[in-house]
């Protein structure tokens, strides 16, 4: 059983970035795509970014396309979510996810497993 462990949150004014990171341990997800998430209150939960077990697919929201970027380290079991230019709206809590089943393509991945979150609150 994989868990996972967001880290990287915070308060930003808006136009500042930040960096999550999504450790994995128990098992490696070198052979799976991951994605991130967020939850805002009162809302339902929306994918944000996925990238495949390689690394070399990555896909975006609309909503944050060009600002965001998502990478992976297999060597240390970690996803990241890099947010520049960050806006108020992007305030909420971002989980990261696994696809359970290894070498999915990424956009047809099936996301479960998730962490506990991190907040980021962007003040405008």
């Known amino acids: 059983q994989v868990q996972l462990r967001e880290s990287g949150g915070g308060l930003v004014q808006a136009g500042g970035s930040l960096r999550l990171s999504c450790a994995a341990s128990?098992?490696?997800?070198?052979?799976?795509?991951m994605g991130w998430f967020r939850q805002a209150p009162g809302q339902e939960r929306e994918f944000v970014s996925g990238?495949?077990?390689?690394?070399?697919?990555?896909y975006y929201a609309d909503s944050v396309k060009g600002r965001f970027t998502i990478s992976r380290d297999n060597t240390k079991n970690t996803v990241y979510l890099q947010m520049n230019t960050l806006k108020p709206e992007d305030t909420a809590v971002y989980s990261c996810?696994?696809?359970?089943?290894?070498?999915?393509?990424?956009?047809?991945?099936?996301?479960?497993?998730w962490g506990q979150g991190t907040q980021v609150t962007v003040s405008s």
């Open positions: 996810a696994v696809d359970p089943t290894p070498y999915r393509n990424v956009m047809t991945a099936k996301f479960s497993s």
């Open positions: 990238i495949g077990w390689r690394g070399g697919n990555t």
């Open positions: 128990g098992r490696t997800v070198s052979s799976y795509a």
